[in-house]
């Protein structure tokens, strides 16, 4: 006869599993990593090693004028079609003050064998720009890289000018544009000048980094509040604020003052997916299923790179039932961006809303180990 006590004793070792990996993400995660940057915000500095582990920075490889940086990885199919476009630009705009830095995060420990396939994708693709590698992805998190390919155009002193995640056609359309106007000094189309002729007041983009690096620290956190409101008084149509406020209420359970901050975003940029997403999270954690829905496919449809909104449409997708759709879900997100630990962490959410408690410790698990990898 089968013994009937191994199935609960699994259960009960699987409970334990979940709790302490939650209790770590939860410590581990006491302030929310920056996923995105914004045109007008000072980029993070970084030195980085070549192919021959020469350490090389941004000072050292920037252009006069602008400076395209690159994230990129050979697993990521849309990689390669933006390592070739740059080889263009940069071809074209190379002796006029413009350079290009690609920067490889292809995973977390880089072997002899990954250099090797990583240096022999760009001399396949004839890249003459310099790349470097990211061991230990700092710069990628440093960053906050939502999807990958990224690019980041930066001025000489690394403010952003212009962002764009994943490699889409009028986004890259636009970027040339932006280029062309930035250097050639062509006049742009009035809808890229509408995405990138906005500049934050430099008071609004002060405060809220102070915000930013208040929320790293539990000293500090609780000044965050008042940073990303002087941000807001400085400049309300500067948007980073209001996201960055209202999840600092998200995380406090104050539903209704995170839902605000959300919507005068989508008031000034009702396409932003970062906002999209943002308020179809506090929907779900409403129990508005239906307008959460909505929101999300808003996002997904607005910025197809944007990966929260896969995931978090993932997890209400599970938790409605329809798990096979979940799955496509959230493989979509882990196909645009694999490293990102907060897919693993939905996923669990997912599979803890369902009972399964073997299933939701794993994906801790799995969540948990990306996220000490990155310290």
Not at 37 to 43: F, K, M, W
Not at 68 to 97: C, D, H, N, P, T
Not at 323 to 352: C, H, W
């Amino acid at each position: 006869m089968k013994t009937t006590t191994y199935f609960p004793f699994r259960q009960k070792t699987c409970l334990m599993i979940l709790v302490m990996t939650i209790t770590l993400l939860q410590s581990s995660i006491s302030s929310p990593a920056l996923q995105t940057l914004g045109v007008g915000t000072e980029a993070p500095d970084f030195t980085l090693q070549d192919y021959s582990g020469n350490k090389k920075g941004f000072s050292a490889l920037k252009g006069d004028k602008l400076t395209v940086i690159l994230f990129w990885a050979s697993w990521s199919r849309q990689s390669e079609k933006a390592l070739k476009q740059m080889e263009k630009l940069y071809q074209k705009y190379k002796g006029q003050g413009f350079s290009v830095i690609g920067i490889n995060v292809e995973k977390q420990t880089i072997d002899a064998q990954a250099l090797k396939n990583i240096k022999g994708t760009t001399d396949r693709l004839k890249i003459s720009f310099p790349n470097l590698v990211d061991h230990g992805l700092t710069a990628f998190h440093d960053y906050g890289i939502i999807a990958v390919p990224t690019t980041v155009i930066l001025d000489k002193d690394r403010k952003i000018k212009f962002e764009m995640s994943g490699f889409p056609l009028v986004g890259t359309t636009d970027m040339i544009h932006f280029l062309a106007t930035a250097i050639e000094g062509k006049k742009a189309p009035t809808e890229v000048t509408k995405k990138t002729g906005y500049q934050p007041d430099k008071k609004a983009v002060r405060a809220w980094n102070m915000g930013v690096k208040a929320l790293k620290s539990e000293r500090t956190a609780h000044t965050a509040e008042m940073w990303f409101k002087k941000a807001i008084s400085a400049d309300p149509n500067f948007i980073l604020p209001h996201l960055s406020l209202g999840s600092y209420y998200q995380k406090q359970d104050d539903l209704g003052k995170a839902k605000e901050q959300f919507q005068q975003a989508l008031t000034r940029s009702p396409e932003n997916a970062a906002a999209l997403s943002k308020m179809g999270l506090l929907l779900i954690d409403e129990g508005s299923s239906a307008d959460a829905r909505k929101m999300l496919e808003k996002a997904i449809k607005a910025d197809e790179s944007y990966v929260p909104s896969y995931y978090y449409l993932g997890y209400l997708t599970g938790k409605e039932g329809d798990m096979k759709k979940a799955t496509e879900l959230f493989a979509s997100a882990e196909e645009i961006n694999p490293l990102d630990y907060q897919i693993n962490v939905y996923r669990g959410k997912m599979f803890e809303g369902k009972n399964d408690m073997e299933q939701a410790a794993t994906s801790y698990k799995n969540a948990l180990k990306q996220l000490l990898n990155r310290k």
